[in-house]
Nanobody
Framework: QVQVVESGGGLVQPGGSLRLSCAVSGSIFSLYRLDWYRQPLGKERELVASITSGGSTNYADFVKGRFTISRDNANESAYLQMNSLKPEDTAVYFC?????????WGQGTQVTVSS
């Protein structure tokens, strides 16, 4: 049974930083592509950043230069370092782990950027 668990969300002031973690258990972590998505209240879920099993990364334009995705295969975790946060970054952030035709989602972690 594969489990995906996000953590690290919270309340932060504009301009601040947060680091989200995504722990994936129950399978061969190094094979997974990992994506971070976010869903603002009342809006659709959108892709934020991706990292392949080989370590290649990709970012949505609205986070380029501010967010960094990384992975630690030894600890079976992925991370999203978020800097220079803006109020519009407020959302529930989800981690998705996928390999071949199988996808697993976490329950999400709330990030609120407000003064």
């Amino acid at each position: 049974q594969v489990q995906v668990v996000e953590s690290g969300g919270g309340l932060v002031q504009p301009g601040g930083s947060l680091r989200l973690s995504c722990a994936v258990s129950g399978s061969i972590f190094s094979l997974y592509r990992l994506d971070w998505y976010r869903q603002p209240l009342g809006k659709e879920r959108e892709l934020v950043a991706s990292i392949t099993s080989g370590g290649s990364t990709n970012y949505a334009d609205f986070v380029k230069g501010r967010f960094t995705i990384s992975r630690d295969n030894a600890n079976e975790s992925a991370y999203l370092q978020m800097n220079s946060l803006k109020p519009e970054d407020t959302a529930v952030y989800f981690c998705k782990a996928s390999v071949l035709y199988t996808t697993y989602w976490g329950q999400g972690t709330q990030v609120t950027v407000s003064s």
